[in-house]
């Protein structure tokens, strides 16, 4: 599975954006972009995924540039409940195989400010 | 629709004796994959299981194993416990056709 790169650590404001970078260079074609996030000692918690278009649902929006080498998470308004730990995760084509692991980085620490 | 669930939600062992632990997947899935997470950390795989049968491992010791039921709840067994394998164990399900994985609320496991 390709490698991913994420900031550490990132601030945002109450009610406004979150926008959360990420960075997979070496994606392959077939290849999902998958974001998780884990609050506190709690299990990680699914957000979105995509393969080359740009997702919504009732959580986050995924935009994922045209060539996939990166993806931006964004919550629209975030609450000081989004703070939590986000990651991006590049995983194998759906389908058996290989690519039935996800593979964790460290992650973005997201602080959502009052 | 239940969600994943695990037992017990804390452990505490000594070194050396040896812990089951136990996750029941979403209703509808036929996969279970297992996941340890030391202090800081993220997630680290240790193996999937697939209509009870292993569908893939990690870069962990034998002493670390599963299984997975015919109603596809599952079991990870740890013998031998070290001081290193105090982490948060996660369970996630996932169905074939569709494969996120969806994670359970994690057992800690603390081993004196």
């Known amino acids: 599975d390709a490698k991913t790169t994420q900031p550490p650590s990132m601030d945002c404001a109450e009610g406004r954006a979150a926008n959360l970078p990420c960075n997979h260079s070496?994606?392959?074609?077939?290849?999902?972009v998958y974001w998780y996030r884990q609050i506190h000692s709690q299990g990680p918690q699914y957000i979105i995924h995509g393969l080359k278009n740009n997702e919504t649902n009732e959580m986050a929006s995924l935009i994922i540039t045209e060539d996939r080498k990166s993806s931006t998470l964004i919550l629209p308004h975030a609450t000081l409940r989004d703070t939590a730990v986000y990651y991006c995760i590049v995983r194998g084509g759906h389908g058996g195989g290989s690519n039935y692991k996800l593979t964790f980085g460290k992650g973005t620490l997201l602080t959502v400010n009052p | 629709e239940t969600g994943v669930t695990q037992s017990p939600t804390h452990l505490i062992k000594t070194r050396g004796q040896q812990v089951t632990l136990r996750c029941s997947s979403q209703?509808?899935?036929?996969?279970v994959s297992w996941y340890q997470q030391a202090l800081g950390q993220g997630p680290q795989f240790i193996f999937q299981?697939?209509?009870?049968?292993?569908?893939g491992r990690g870069n962990f010791p034998p002493r670390f194993s599963g299984l997975q039921f015919p109603n596809y709840s599952s079991e990870l067994n740890v013998n031998a416990l070290e001081l290193d394998d105090s982490a948060l164990y996660l369970c996630?399900?996932?169905?074939?056709?569709?494969?996120?994985?969806?994670f359970g609320p994690g057992t800690r496991l603390l081993v004196l």
């Open positions: 070496t994606i392959s074609g077939n290849e999902y």
């Open positions: 299981y697939y209509r009870e049968e292993e569908n």
């Open positions: 209703s509808g899935h036929n996969t």
């Open positions: 996630a399900s996932s169905g074939r056709g569709q494969e996120t994985q969806y």
